[in-house]
């Protein structure tokens, strides 16, 4: 059975929408699970669905996800093959020196210094430690100390972010960082906390899969709408979670620019985003051919 899966907002649920009633109008043959995804954002939805044993109990073997991208022209079709969306570990660093006046800062313990260190070492490591040409990026996101010019505080609170998209890169760096901090605990005589707050692993796409795709898309649609080079995301997908276990898996995107030829300056997680609706049509029709086309297949 093939899953179509649509994310975030409410344009795609639309989309979703509108294949499915496409399908149930055509009496499709094959079996079609049409995914609603809740949560996407906050990257649990999908983890719950695993959870629930979601895959077993549809006897789902492949997928098709699709984003809405603003930075596409309006109804171009965006894909990614191999490695496409980077996997996300986000953890917080608590700091536990020892407050003092600033004039007097061999009084305390301070947790700033030793902030910026582990900001340094941290970021060094992943440029120094593991091959660039695997795209492992580690973000400092959130630095919390105090709010008074005189007073070193007691407490700095750090927000972190690893993105990774090789599973062998993620552990080393995961681990790599534990180390630096334990250190830095015994260097510094500090506490230091560090907790993973949530983790979404990467998502590959079948190259296989996306081609077939792609040719049954140039059944239905001119072939320069269809972008000339595969994508790889910066940013993670909490499908993920979902596509790790399945036999076959496409991320695909429909351009919601203003015109076929022009997109918008902004994209999505930005306040000035825009989507033209018109994006609808392109994505109800190619969602509920490739579904059609697919399950013929199984």
């Not at 020196?97 to 007097?104: E, I, L, P, T, V």
């Not at 260190?117 to 996101?141: G, P």
């Not at 792609?214 to 000339?228: H, M, N, T």
Request: charged share 20%; aromatic share 10%; glycine share 8%.
């Amino acid at each position: 059975m093939i899953i179509v899966v649509q994310i975030q907002l409410a344009i795609y649920p639309a989309i979703l929408l509108g294949a499915l009633i496409l399908l149930k109008k055509h009496n499709i043959k094959g079996p079609v699970v049409g995914l609603f995804q809740a949560a996407e954002e906050i990257g649990e939805g999908a983890k719950r669905l695993m959870d629930a044993d979601f895959l077993n109990k549809f006897n789902i073997v492949s997928g098709i996800s699709m984003h809405v991208n603003a930075k596409l022209s309006l109804g171009k079709l965006g894909y990614g093959k191999g490695k496409m969306f980077a996997s996300n570990t986000s953890f917080d660093v608590a700091i536990h020196g020892k407050g003092s006046h600033g004039a007097r800062p061999f009084e305390g313990k301070d947790p700033i210094n030793i902030a910026v260190q582990i900001y340094n070492v941290l970021n060094s490591i992943v440029a120094r430690e593991v091959n660039v040409f695997k795209h492992n990026i580690f973000s400092v996101t959130s630095i919390n100390a105090g709010d008074a010019y005189n007073v070193i505080p007691e407490t700095v609170t750090m927000k972190c972010s690893l993105r990774t998209y090789d599973e062998e890169s993620r552990k080393y760096l995961e681990n790599r960082f534990w180390e630096v901090l334990k250190g830095m605990e015994r260097v510094f005589n500090v506490k230091i906390e560090y907790t993973i707050h949530s983790f979404v692993p990467s998502l590959v796409a079948t190259p296989d899969f996306v081609d077939n795709l792609l040719d049954l898309a140039k059944k239905i649609i001119p072939l320069d709408q269809i972008d000339s080079q595969p994508a790889v995301k910066y940013g993670s997908e909490d499908f993920a979670f979902i596509a790790k276990d399945l036999k076959q898996i496409a991320s695909m995107s429909i351009g919601a620019g203003p015109d076929k030829s022009t997109p918008y300056l902004y994209g999505q997680h930005n306040s000035k985003v825009l989507f033209n609706e018109e994006a609808i049509l392109y994505g109800c029709a190619l969602q509920s051919w490739w579904a059609m086309n697919i399950s013929k297949e199984m």
